[in-house]
């Protein structure tokens, strides 16, 4: 499985971004996705999650909540994670993420993904 990350940038405070993420290797609407994001010197956390098939279900972390939306294109085989109102605290390298294996159950840590983008950088501005 190969995942391949895009449309990080520099943003002011208050603006919007779309990051994309293009899977491949396997069955792309099989599986769940999820995008993390690490801020330097801190630990990679959770952001968003998506669920296989149709992507009906999603979950978020609360810091971001009401403010990205994770979708899924599954004729495109990619993933994006829409990004609005950031804060400069949303500044980190974000990372798409795929589980081993094909469940209905969205994971929100690190430890139960093991397909990694090569991450794209998101730097807000104040």
């Known amino acids: 499985v190969q995942l391949q990350a895009s449309g990080g940038g520099l943003v002011q405070a208050g603006g919007s971004l779309r990051l994309s993420c293009a899977a491949s290797?396997?069955?792309?609407?099989?599986?769940?996705m999820g995008w993390f994001r690490q801020a330097p010197g801190k630990e990679r956390e959770f952001v968003a999650a998506i669920s296989r098939g149709g992507g009906g279900t999603t979950l978020y972390a609360d810091s971001v909540k009401g403010r990205f939306t994770v979708s899924r294109d599954n004729a495109k085989n990619t993933v994006h994670l829409q990004m609005s109102s950031l804060e400069p605290e949303d500044t980190a390298v974000y990372y798409c993420?795929?589980?081993?294996?094909?469940?209905?159950?969205?994971?929100?840590?690190?430890?139960?993904?093991?397909?990694w983008g090569q991450g794209t950088l998101v730097t807000v501005s104040s």
């Open positions: 993420a795929a589980p081993p294996g094909s469940s209905s159950y969205l994971g929100t840590s690190r430890y139960e993904y093991n397909y």
């Open positions: 290797g396997r069955t792309f609407s099989n599986y769940a």
